[in-house]
């Protein structure tokens, strides 16, 4: 059995069994967005989705609630997350974006982020880059800078959730972890609070090893006196890593691009990637390369939106007509040009997530 762990790095590669061990629902709503994120199977499974569909359809009251740990600098896999909340906002969904600092620190190693210090600067580096993507400054918040309603939220939450259960779910019981986990539901319960939203069904967007969180969040949404609406979940693909088998992960940098990775790390790591071409130029040029394996195909598959040159790259790698160097060169100016305005907008940004994440006194800095 493939273990799923929520804070694993390692790619899930075999969905099958997911779906009848834990009881997922396979996506099926494609219909209600135009946008390549939901064309593309990117989208694997659902809870309780239909909630959400039909409040798209007629137009009424619906939440969502995303986040990222400030664990490290975002990377494509993380652009994902806020291409996805993007969508879900333009189809209705009144949002908020959280970005998990104190989570960032305590559910990991000290070698990773080692104080809470670090874990903010990271937190106001990452808030720039949701505002520098696109997403409003006032629908982002920071887990440390929330109003008391947010941490009662939390431990009301911790009286729902015994040693045993946690144990059962995640197979230990690190307080570190423990302390992230309440947090991780109330930021996904707290946007119905009456001082938020009140409320409503709500959506949030997750990898599948976070499936743990998104049952627990269920069970104790019942169970606690809020008369909260259960929330409701989806579940996309993670971008891989750019080498076999891996995730892209800001824990292997070689195997991700960053959204600050300078032209020059776009090159080597685009260059360096893993294809589906073949051993020689002839033997290419012969029998076509395997876009399905291919991490170059994969990156267009998650953020190039435009069909018509996504069925050509299929068709010319298919047919041996594109070889992976002219492909490669593709995607380096694609990311490139991406980046290059990215980088502008998240300078720009700097003072407004200092703003987000330290308060207002750090305005002055
Ligand atoms: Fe991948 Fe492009 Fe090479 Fe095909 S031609 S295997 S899509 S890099």
């Known amino acids: 059995m ?20 834990f009881g997922l629902s396979r996506f099926s709503n494609t219909e209600i967005s135009d946008s390549h994120l939901f064309r593309r ?71 990773k982020v080692p104080s809470m210090k670090t874990a903010k600067e990271i937190a106001v580096r990452n808030a720039a880059d949701a505002i520098a993507l696109g997403i409003p400054p006032s629908e982002i918040y920071a887990q440390s800078n929330m109003p008391r309603e947010y941490y009662q939220l939390s431990f009301e939450i911790s009286k729902k959730i015994t040693n045993n259960m946690f144990e059962a779910i995640y197979g230990h019981t690190d307080l570190g972890k423990i302390s992230s986990v309440l947090l991780q539901i109330a930021d996904i319960l707290h946007v119905q609070l009456p001082q938020y939203y009140g ?13 743990p969180h998104a049952r627990l969040t269920r069970d104790v949404a019942r169970r606690l006196d809020y008369n909260f609406e259960v929330p ?35 090159e080597k790591k685009i260059g360096r990637a893993f294809t589906g071409g073949r051993e020689s130029v002839e ?35 298919r047919s041996g007509k594109l070889l992976c160097g002219e492909c490669k060169k593709n995607c380096i100016e694609f990311i490139k040009g991406m980046l290059k305005e990215h980088q502008e907008k998240h300078k720009q940004a700097i003072p407004e997530a200092k703003r987000i994440v330290l308060g207002s006194k750090s305005l002055s800095e």
């Open 2 to 21: 493939e273990n799923i762990n929520a804070w694993s790095s390692e790619a899930i590669k075999d969905y099958e069994h997911i779906f009848e061990e």
């Open 41 to 111: 199977e990117i989208i694997v499974a659902e809870r309780d989705f239909s909630k959400i569909a039909e409040a798209i359809k007629k137009r009424q009251k619906f939440l969502q609630l995303t986040g990222i740990a400030s664990s490290g600098d975002l990377h494509l896999g993380h652009k994902t997350d806020i291409d996805f909340y993007l969508e879900f906002r333009r189809l209705g969904a009144k949002s908020r974006f959280c970005i998990a600092d104190i989570d960032g620190y305590v559910s990991r190693p000290d070698s």
């Open 199 to 211: 409320r409503a069904p709500s959506i949030t967007g997750i990898g599948l090893d976070q499936d």
């Open 232 to 266: 409701s979940f989806f579940y996309f693909r993670h971008l891989s890593g750019l080498k076999e088998g891996s995730k892209m992960s800001s824990s292997a940098p070689d195997t991700a691009i960053f959204l600050k990775d300078s032209p020059e790390e776009v």
């Open 283 to 317: 033997e290419q040029r012969k029998k076509g390369g395997n876009p399905e394996v291919c991490k170059v195909y994969e990156i267009f598959k998650f953020h190039n939106p435009d069909e018509r040159f996504l069925s050509q790259t299929y068709s010319d790698c």
